[in-house]
């Protein structure tokens, strides 16, 4: 079964940057869509970016033009650019893989019924 494993978490103040790697054991299908979700304390999830096997990409706009999503050449490890971060961003983020589905259907899913495997997530806090 495929494993994802995040990494890159931790504590920044408001306006730096992080980045998260998520590593991917395997690809089950040829058609996937990998996320970033997250979810804040007291707050639902939420999807953050996605792209999928197409290399297409989707945001969630509180994001937009700040975080960027990437993969490396082999596709096994997912990247999240986290730039001007602010204290809103502090959540656990978690990498999703979802199969059949692009990145645009991705992004409208209920993020909690939407995604096939996680990680285990990692936790990033922001300081103001």
């Known amino acids: 079964e495929i494993q994802l494993v995040e990494s890159g978490g931790g504590s920044v103040q408001a306006g730096g940057s992080l980045r998260l790697s998520c590593s991917v054991s395997?690809?089950?299908?040829?058609?996937?869509?990998l996320g970033w979700l997250r979810q804040a304390p007291g707050k639902e999830r939420e999807g953050v970016a996605f792209i999928d096997s197409n290399s297409r990409t989707t945001y969630v706009d509180s994001v937009k033009g700040r975080f960027t999503i990437s993969q490396d050449g082999t596709k096994n490890t997912l990247y999240l650019q986290m730039n001007n971060l602010k204290p809103e961003d502090t959540a656990m983020y978690y990498c999703?893989?979802?199969?059949?589905?692009?990145?645009?259907?991705?992004?409208?899913?209920?993020?909690?019924?939407?995604?096939?495997?996680w990680g285990q997530g990692t936790l990033v806090t922001i300081s103001s």
């Open positions: 395997e690809y089950t299908y040829n058609t996937w869509c």
């Open positions: 999703a893989i979802v199969w059949g589905m692009n990145a645009i259907q991705a992004l409208g899913r209920d993020p909690d019924y939407g995604m096939d495997h």
